[in-house]
């Protein structure tokens, strides 16, 4: 295998260095436009506007139960819950299979931490982040929310729901900055180019379904 040669003559040189940096420039652009779409919605559980619902996104499970980053969310939600920001809890993750259902585990830790069965709402096809946008949106009717995912994740979160259609805040979790935090990190610079591309074509979501009652329910007056 020959290993490509650098160019000989000063011009190529600073061709090829141009080339270089230009493909960096638009392979960071993505996260560059996640960045800046989030970054005016942040904000901390006290000063948080309050919204009719708050959205769990999902974060693995261990032995049936939520993994330490989703337990940390879902404690975030259960605190907005207790303040009165948020009216009703919307958890969203993978139930693909029957063996695996994450916002069933989500439902039952926020219950057991105080949280009304009624005012939690269950979405099984949050598949990935725009899914779960998409289908707050297009399935359960929400419109305004506040989001909550750790501070890796969430400024994602609010640029593809807002890309979805809704007016959103962004609550961030805070974690010690670990090998999970940088790891997640790392990848949210891969998942950023996914998430333009969602924005800009706004596929369905894996799985629709018919409209979703529930959130209107909860909601309704007594």
Not at 17 to 40: D, E, I, K, N, R
Not at 78 to 83: D, E, F, P, S, V
Not at 170 to 189: F, I, N
Not at 200 to 215: C, E, M, R, S
Request: aromatic fraction near 6%; include cysteine; charged fraction near 20%.
């Amino acid at each position: 295998m020959r290993v490509p040669r650098l160019p000989r003559t000063r011009a190529g040189r600073r061709r090829t260095v141009q080339v270089a940096a230009a493909l960096c420039t638009v392979a960071l652009l993505p996260a560059v436009w996640v960045q800046l779409a989030g970054s005016g919605r942040v904000r901390d559980l006290a000063d948080v506007p309050p919204e009719p619902v708050g959205v769990v996104f999902g974060a693995g499970l261990t032995d049936g139960r939520p993994s330490p980053y989703l337990a940390h969310r879902l404690d975030a939600a259960a605190a907005l819950y207790r303040a009165g920001k948020v009216r009703v809890l919307l958890v969203t993750g993978d139930n693909s299979r029957t063996a695996y259902d994450e916002p069933g585990a989500m439902r039952t830790y926020l219950v057991a931490h105080g949280v009304p069965t009624g005012r939690v709402v269950v979405d099984d096809a949050g598949f990935d982040t725009w899914d779960s946008c998409s289908r707050a949106k297009r399935v359960f009717g929400v419109r305004r929310a506040v989001l909550v995912s750790q501070g890796f994740h969430f400024r994602r979160a609010v640029a593809l729901c807002e890309a979805a259609g809704l007016d959103v805040y962004g609550v961030g979790v805070d974690e010690p900055h670990d090998v999970t935090w940088y790891a997640g990190g790392a990848r949210e610079l891969l998942a950023a180019t996914k998430a333009a591309l969602d924005a800009a074509v706004h596929p369905p979501p894996h799985f629709l379904g018919p409209a979703d009652p529930h959130i209107a329910a909860a909601l309704a007056p007594p």
